[in-house]
């Protein structure tokens, strides 16, 4: 288990940010009086930030430019580092580009065999996704922070209900997951195992179904000593658990242990949690989430009176593909210049009658969610619709094919990057900050580059920059997008300067010790000394 501790910088940052912001062109560049110039006293500054104990241990890679283009500053510009969710620019500017904003996509619920006039269904009834991220409780449009309804399958719910109404009474066959529009391929290559039991490293499913989480609530007994209680949301039978959790003393530290071992529908609860406490509550990733869209949508039917005499199963579409990856996404791909007009894209194709449907949240509602809170799943959904719609499947590899595609005609070095996922969860990506700057320079000059400024966290405001750049007169005028990943932070993106113009940044540090709190600051600090000095 791998745990980032929080930080709240206010009580040490608003002082020493706002005199960097107000004070950097004022202070002494060199000795004997001798002007400097204003990109030469950033130089300085940032060089002396990298300096320090802490930063001088860490790789270090920085690109500033304007939009035009014109260096502001590098280091290290041209060398290749791991971006962690920076990767998310790349992938979400190109569906935004190559989709479009309004794109959706549609969930089905079909009837393998026509029902008989008594509402009976002699065949089997086929619960297919083609890729929505928003078959969730989560509220849409995102605003501010993640909000979620209380009902965390409302939107399968909702699919349970149009059932219904159909006039279903009785099913013969298996409620069948089937998440084929896409190639069954759960993981991006180089994920590390011991993240795919969080819920930031859910499987990727074209049924996706409550971001392939479910969150288990673990309570104290009335004393200690006593066992804990385990409760599942929502509350399906999916996972078995084996708990010899105990309750602590009132005001002792939780010390709880969760395990799920790869592969296994077992979770083990261990440990202790404090008397008179709120408990303990996780998300956990749900090992095949066509299966438990199934069985939960199962279930549902139960509840409204449609009995069901076969089993809750999954139907995966297994990859035949043998091309090697790296020379698979090599290949060129012809890619349109504006996206299609079209909104919905096409769903799988399957045999049988529609007996219900679920619409997607337009795609720029999900890249908001996905960039603003750093959605992984939600990143590696839009890397395979890309794939399905421009490459020949929806495969891992064909969509990082179109990523590829996309970034190389946005004049992005081909070089300068390569990506094994769609979310920088992957520890094989790379890429260089000039690839990221040029990709952030081109997006500003697109037609839909305000929009796509618009899905990124605000210093000070909303998203992962919420609780950074809070102060003045950084706040509301930062736009980028962080990255985490062990020993990776990152920060790129949009940065309107004292002067009134708008900088491009993009700042990669590799490497650095676990606690990443001293790298948090030494970014912001350059971002600060970026904004003040032009």
Wanted: hydrophobic share 45%; charged share 15%; aromatic share 8%.
């Amino acid at each position: 288990m791998n745990f980032i501790r929080a930080v709240d910088f206010r009580a040490v940052s608003p002082i020493l940010f706002s005199l960097l912001f107000w004070l950097a062109p004022a202070l002494p560049a060199a000795s004997r009086g001798a002007r400097v110039s204003p990109q030469a006293k950033l130089e300085r500054q940032i060089d002396a930030l990298l300096a320090s104990p802490e930063a001088a241990q860490v790789h270090w890679g920085i690109s500033v430019t304007t939009l035009d283009g014109r260096g502001v500053y590098a280091k290290n510009d041209a060398q290749l580092f791991a971006p962690a969710s920076d990767a998310k620019l790349c992938t979400t500017a190109a569906a935004l580009a190559l989709l479009g904003p309004t794109a959706t996509t549609a969930t089905r619920i079909l009837a393998s065999q026509p029902m008989d006039t008594a509402g009976v269904l002699h065949g089997d009834l086929i619960l297919q996704g083609n890729g929505d991220a928003s078959l969730s409780g989560r509220v849409y449009p995102y605003h501010l922070h993640t909000e979620r309804s209380d009902v965390p399958l409302a939107t399968l719910e909702a699919l349970a209900d149009q059932v219904a109404q159909r006039g279903l009474r009785s099913v013969e066959g298996n409620i069948i997951g089937d998440d084929t529009a896409f190639p069954f391929e759960r993981y991006g290559s180089g994920w590390v195992w011991d993240d795919l039991e969080w819920g930031y490293g859910a499987p990727i499913s074209a049924l996706t179904v409550n971001d392939n989480v479910v969150y288990l609530n673990v309570f104290p007994g009335a004393q200690p000593g006593d066992p804990v209680t385990a409760l599942w949301n929502p509350d399906t039978a999916y996972y078995t658990v084996e708990n010899t959790a105990r309750t602590a003393t009132a005001g002792a530290q939780p010390s709880l242990g969760v395990d799920r071992q790869p592969e296994s529908k077992s979770v083990r609860i261990f440990g202790t949690v404090p008397a008179e406490s709120t408990g303990v509550h996780l998300a956990l990733a749900i090992k095949d989430p066509a299966e438990f869209a199934a069985l939960a949508f199962r279930q549902m039917l139960a509840q409204r009176g449609v009995q069901v005499t076969g089993d809750a199963v999954a139907r995966h579409r297994w990859s035949i593909d043998t091309s090697h990856f790296e020379a698979e996404q090599r290949v060129p791909v012809a890619l349109p210049k504006t996206p299609p007009v079209a909104a919905p894209l096409a769903p799988a194709n399957a045999a049988g009658t529609v007996l219900a449907t679920h619409s997607s949240v337009p795609l720029l509602e999900d890249i908001t969610v996905t960039n603003k809170a750093s959605q992984n799943l939600h990143a590696e959904l839009m890397l395979r619709l890309l794939g399905k719609q421009y490459g020949t499947d929806g495969s891992l590899a064909q969509g990082t094919r179109v990523i590829r595609q996309f970034l190389i005609n946005a004049g992005v070095s081909p070089e300068d990057f390569f990506f094994y996922d769609g979310s920088g969860m992957s520890t094989q990506d790379v890429v260089t900050p000039r690839a990221l700057t040029q990709l952030l320079r081109y997006a500003a000059a697109q037609p839909w580059g305000a929009e796509f400024r618009g899905t990124l966290p605000v210093g000070g405001v909303d998203g992962s920059l919420a609780g950074r750049f809070f102060h003045r007169p950084l706040q509301g005028h930062i736009f980028a997008k962080t990255g985490t990943l062990r020993e990776v932070n990152s920060l790129s993106g949009y940065v309107v300067a004292r002067s009134g113009r708008m900088l491009v940044f993009s700042i990669l540090c590799n490497a650095h010790r676990p606690n990443v709190v001293d790298t948090t600051q030494t970014i912001d600090a350059i971002v600060a000394a970026i904004a003040a000095a032009n």
